[in-house]
């Protein structure tokens, strides 16, 4: 037992023998750097990298060496941008020294980090691919300060460049192209930067105003910046060529129109093209033009000196021309028939020309024409009998004339005793009126005539029903006889059924029909001698119509009564009025003419306004829609007498030719045709004798 006890206690003793032998060996020695974790292959400038370097101490063997505190730093190796951030790093207890916060920055590139420690060999890391970092700043990089015609896309489509606080092109930023100014176009305004950190517009169109056009670029990875792009729209070249006054004119033969025609010039947007040449050449109708070439103003409106029409009737056209744009024609009527005075009825004119021939042209039926037939004339034709006319006035189917001496002349329908020389035949010829009155004016209705003397004594005579003729009876009258009241007049109107007359004292008085309230005394009584219109108004002027009436105040404002239905009223609407009612528009009046359902009136330079039905264009707009306001006449001309048909209307223009417009199929127009003309158009001369 000793024995083996004794055994035990040497083994024993030899294993802690060998046991304090291996705690003595010596310990690792620090020989390298090792990474364990390395920077990441790419990066972005200025933003710190993921993941951050780990680096261990080693021993030659590849052990890891605990030493602690062991310092290990970061270099950047390569040329170019900066490392930032915490870069000495410690070991830990296992020899790991871990970086937190390096950040490469600059230009983009390949970095290559360097890890270095004092008494050991350094570590270089593979390449780190820098690109770029955070949107930083926006700029313009192509299409800036621009020129280009006005509506038109500039020549270089804007573009911008993103880059990052270090200079590098961030792409895939978004990008907004916005008009700012000028109220051009951008087309694709929305996209975001390619791989070179740039962005473009597809194109910019300008607007088509010439002037400064501004485009605002903006980005949301950007909010602090933006790019204003500016534009400068110019004039474009000339393309659009238009009539700017001076179409659609009549003038006598030989002679002028009254206003000089002028063109205006543009480019395709609409604006004026100033300092071009605009030649002014005749086309038809063998006319002249004076100044045949004008340089456009800074409207674009070149304005031809004088164009006098060729000397035979009918049309003349006028061309403005400019290079490769599109001409613009002129048209004139020539006309050859100076008038002194002028009327019209139902289908059917009259005028009197310098010297006191009359002539009539239009419907015949009844012999209204006083040519001794019953044939329609297209054309003015001689009124027989040879007298010397100083006025002339027609009714519906019925003319009268003044001579020198004031005898009063009529012919035509006699079927109420309108003609006054108690025959009560028609008569294509003109007879005298009987009683031996002087007249001063003569006034013709549909089957009643009136005349006032130079005393202003009024006569009235024809059919007497609803007592148009103001003697107090409705008894017809074949000669003259006395309106009854001893008002003393200064003019006189003869309606379809009615009649008023203006009193010296400017006191406007009506009598005969009273439907719908034509007499304007605020009833639809039918009154049998003169009766005050209501109101306290004065009047210079007065004409009636078929069932209505309009005057002219004192001081030239307008006003209507009566029927309404086709806007006769000139108030604006279909309303009848039983008392006189103001027009609208505001005109100031110095003549005014009421036929059957429109009237016309002229204002101080010569403008002829109408209103009412104008189904047969006789309102002379150009067009066949009512008017319930006064509406101006189309073609340039001014009047210097104005008278109501039917379905027509005639003037004498200021330079004396005469002009009608309206219903034509009996050649109430006079233009030789059966055309209906919706604006004036001068009455041809009458043929030679």
């Not at 083996?4 to 705690?23: D, E, H, I, M």
């Not at 070991?91 to 950040?103: C, I, S």
């Not at 001689?382 to 005898?407: E, I, Q």
């Not at 319930?628 to 009047?639: C, D, E, I, K, Q």
Request: charged content about 10%; overall charge neutral; some cysteine.
């Amino acid at each position: 037992m000793a024995t083996k006890r004794f055994r035990l206690l040497l083994v024993g003793t030899a294993l802690g023998a060998c046991l304090a032998c291996k705690s003595t060996e010596p310990a690792p020695v620090a020989a390298r750097l090792a990474l364990l974790t390395s920077p990441p292959a790419t990066a972005q400038s200025g933003v710190a990298l993921t993941p951050q370097p780990v680096v261990q101490v080693q021993d030659a063997s590849g052990n890891p060496v605990g030493t602690q505190g062991v310092q290990v730093v970061a270099v950047l190796a390569s040329q170019g941008g900066t490392l930032t951030g915490t870069l000495a790093a410690r070991t830990d207890v296992n020899g790991k020294a871990t970086f937190t916060n390096l950040v490469l920055a600059g230009p983009a590139g390949p970095r290559t980090i360097r890890f270095d420690s004092p008494g050991l060999n350094s570590i270089s890391a593979d390449p780190v691919s820098v690109g770029a970092g955070s949107a930083a700043t926006i700029t313009a990089s192509a299409g800036n300060f621009q020129t280009s015609a006005a509506g038109t896309p500039v020549a270089l489509a804007p573009a911008v460049l993103i880059t990052d606080a270090f200079g590098n092109p961030v792409p895939g930023a978004p990008v907004t192209f916005a008009v700012a100014r000028g109220a051009g176009t951008v087309v694709a305004g929305t996209g975001s930067t390619n791989a070179s950190g740039i962005a473009t517009a597809t194109t910019w169109t300008l607007g088509t105003i010439p002037g400064l056009n501004t485009l605002t670029v903006t980005s949301s990875a950007v909010p602090s910046g933006s790019v204003t792009f500016t534009a400068t729209g110019v004039l474009g070249p000339p393309a659009i060529l238009t009539v700017a006054a001076g179409d659609a004119q009549s003038a006598t033969v030989g002679g002028a129109t009254p206003v000089a025609p002028s063109a205006k010039l543009t480019d395709a947007f609409g604006n004026p093209v100033p300092g071009v040449i605009v030649t002014f050449t005749p086309a038809t109708g063998g006319g002249t033009v004076t100044g045949g070439s004008a340089t456009t103003n800074a409207q674009g409106i070149a304005t031809v000196g004088a164009w006098a029409l060729g000397l035979l009737p009918g049309s003349n056209t006028l061309t403005a021309a400019r290079g490769l744009v599109p001409s613009a024609t002129f048209h004139a009527t020539g006309v050859d028939f100076p008038v002194s005075a002028i009327d019209a009825g139902d289908h059917h004119s009259c005028a009197v020309a310098p010297g006191g021939l009359a002539y009539c042209w239009g419907s015949n039926d009844s012999g209204q024409l006083g040519n001794g037939t019953l044939v329609d004339t297209l054309v003015p034709t001689p009124v027989g009998g040879g007298h010397l006319f100083t006025a002339v006035s027609t009714g519906v189917a019925h003319s009268c004339g003044l001579v020198g001496n004031g005898d009063a002349w009529c012919w035509g329908d006699n079927s109420g005793g309108q003609l006054g020389d108690t025959s009560g035949i028609n008569q294509s010829l003109p007879v005298a009126v009987v009683g031996g009155l002087k007249f001063v004016s003569i006034y013709t209705g549909q089957f009643h005539t009136c005349g006032l003397k130079a005393d202003g004594n009024a006569f009235c005579w024809g059919a007497n029903q609803q007592g148009r003729l103001g003697d107090g009876t409705t008894i017809n009258r074949p000669a003259p006889t006395a309106v009854t009241g001893g008002k003393i007049f200064a003019m006189l109107s003869a309606g379809i059924s009615h009649t008023c007359g203006v009193a010296t004292d400017g006191t406007l008085l009506c009598w005969g029909s009273n439907a719908n309230g034509r007499l304007g005394d605020g009833t639809t009584t039918n009154r049998l001698s003169p009766t005050p219109v209501s109101g306290v108004l004065t009047y210079i002027a007065v004409s009636g119509g078929q069932a209505f009436s309009c005057g002219i105040a004192t001081g030239g404002a307008g006003y209507c009564w009566g029927s309404g239905a086709s806007g006769e009223l000139g108030t604006g609407n279909a309303t009848n009025q039983l008392t006189p009612t103001a027009m609208m528009g505001g005109l100031v009046l110095t003549a005014i003419s009421s036929a059957a359902t429109h009237s016309c009136g002229l204002v101080a330079g010569g403008q002829a306004y109408c209103w009412g039905f104008n189904g047969s264009g006789q309102l002379g707009d150009g067009t066949f829609a009512n008017r319930a306001v006064p509406t101006l006449v189309l073609g340039g001309l001014t009047f210097s007498v104005i008278r109501e048909g039917t379905e027509h209307t005639c003037g004498r223009g200021t330079t004396g030719g005469a002009y009608c417009w309206g219903r034509n199929d009996t050649g109430a127009v006079g233009d030789s045709t059966v055309i209906t003309r919706p604006k004036p158009v001068g009455v041809f001369k009458p043929p030679a004798n």
